[in-house]
């Protein structure tokens, strides 16, 4: 009995020496020569993959060493059911809300899940966001964050008047770049603080202060005139011609304290859209293809990309709303019966105090 024992030693110790052969070939596939030597039990691995990924690397591991998948699961340290499992295949609304929810992200791309989100909902679609937020990952659609906003420090000395009603406040301001060709590029931008809308994106190598009076006798001939005027102390904002026409028209200005820019916030975040979706995802080459490009953006800004603050509605519906609900009058509705009666309570306070 010992004798056979010893006979058949040699043999058995070659065959456990092959099979150790293709455990360290199976392992140097699955990229993990560190466990050598470890039993399943104790194995120690980084980070689970998922599913999917299981079954990839398990069906290259079968086709580069021509083994079983029993034994690629067995040395893998995965179980078999999760290798031998057929994923589902997605229902038909599942798949028509993925692609509405990719359509979206592309169409707007500068968006973040949770407008995407409200968007969605807003067309009738049961969604939950981190179902979005799940699917852009997927999709390699996510949004960057954006950089951390430095916070001002102080208490500002300005109470910047805070739009009430279309055709109110004003904004308008300058933004700075270049074409490709060599040459700056200005662009003046004139807004309202209430509808949002972006009247007018004027571009131009040098822009004066006349080029300014210009186009803002224009929006005022186009949209009404506003009650006041919000901007910065540039020279093209302070120009004495500037300040002629707009106490001609009785306009009145309020400039922001030098230095204080959060004082001009709504022109600033229009701005900061500005250049992040269209001026640095646009290359330009000349100033007639600025001019297009600017134009088909404010098309883009006024009337197709929602904006939360309004409700995920865009400036053009909002601004149109506010004209079927009040037609005619920039003020909002009830402002004139407000008028009214207060004119007449000082009369019967007068009438009082004459007895």
Known sequence: MEKQVWEHGPERGAEAEGSGEGKHGIEEVAGRPDAQGQSVGNRVRKKSLSPERQRIVTTKVVTTLECSGRSACRWLGWNRSTIRYRPKPLADKKRLLEAEIVALSREHATLGYRKITGLLRKMGYRVNKKQVQRIRREEGLQVPPPRPRSRRQGVSTGLPQKA????????????????QRGGKLRVFTLIDEYTRECHVLH????????????VVAEMVARHGAPRFIRSDNGPEFIATAIQRWLKEKKIGTIYIDPGCPWQNGFAESFNSRLRVECLDREVIYTLSEARVVFNDWRDYYNKVRPHR???????????????????GSGRPPGSRRQGIATKTNRQHKHSESSH
Do not use: K, M
Not at 164 to 179: L, M, S
Not at 203 to 214: K, Q, T
């Open 164 to 179: 009430e009603h279309r055709n109110h406040v004003w904004a308008w301001d300058f933004v700075a770049d270049y074409t």
């Open 203 to 214: 571009s131009d190598r040098s822009i004066s202060s006349l080029d300014v009076l210009a």
């Open 309 to 327: 603050s309004l409700g995920l509605r865009t400036p053009s519906e909002y601004a149109r709303d506010l004209i079927v609900q009040c037609p």
